[in-house]
C-alpha cells in the first residue's frame, strides 16, 4: 500500500498543474486572427468544394459569388497591425484576384490564383 501511495504522490508531481510543461503543453505561442477564421470557414466554403473536386471552372463561379465577395470584403476592413496586416493583405489580393478571374478565366488561371490563396492563407498557420 505504501508503494501504491508513493506512486500516486510521484504521478501527480510529474503530471500535476506544477509542471510547466504540461502547462505549456498545446499553448504554443499560435496566434490566431479572428477575421481570418471567417473567411476561412465562411467564404472559402463554395470556393475550397469546387477546388477539392478540381472543378476549376466551379472555383471561378464561386468566387464571384456574394459568399466569397462580401467575406474577402469584411477581412479587408478588419483591423491588422505589423506582421499581421502583411498577412492579411496578401489574402485579400490573393482572393480578389481569384474573383477577378471568376468564370472567364483559364483553368491554369484559376488553379494557380486558388494555389496563390491559400499559400497567402498558410501564412497564418
Not at 476561412?40 to 459569388?65: D, M, P
Request: proline share 2%; net charge negative; charged share 20%.
Amino acid at each position: 500500500m505504501r508503494h501504491f501511495c508513493l506512486l500516486l504522490v510521484l504521478a501527480s508531481v510529474t503530471v500535476g498543474c506544477g509542471n510547466e510543461a504540461a502547462k505549456n503543453m498545446g499553448s504554443g505561442s499560435e496566434e490566431t486572427y479572428p477575421p481570418i477564421e471567417d473567411f476561412s470557414s465562411l467564404g472559402l466554403l463554395g470556393v475550397g468544394y469546387a477546388a477539392e473536386s478540381e472543378n476549376w471552372k466551379g472555383v471561378g463561379k464561386a468566387a464571384t459569388e456574394a459568399e466569397f465577395t462580401d467575406a474577402t470584403a469584411a477581412l479587408e476592413s478588419a483591423e491588422a497591425s505589423g506582421d499581421v496586416a502583411e498577412k492579411k493583405a496578401a489574402v485579400v489580393a490573393a482572393a480578389k484576384k481569384l474573383t477577378e478571374l471568376g468564370a472567364s478565366g483559364s483553368e491554369e488561371e484559376l488553379k494557380a490564383a486558388y494555389q496563390a490563396l491559400t499559400s497567402a492563407l498558410a501564412a497564418f498557420n
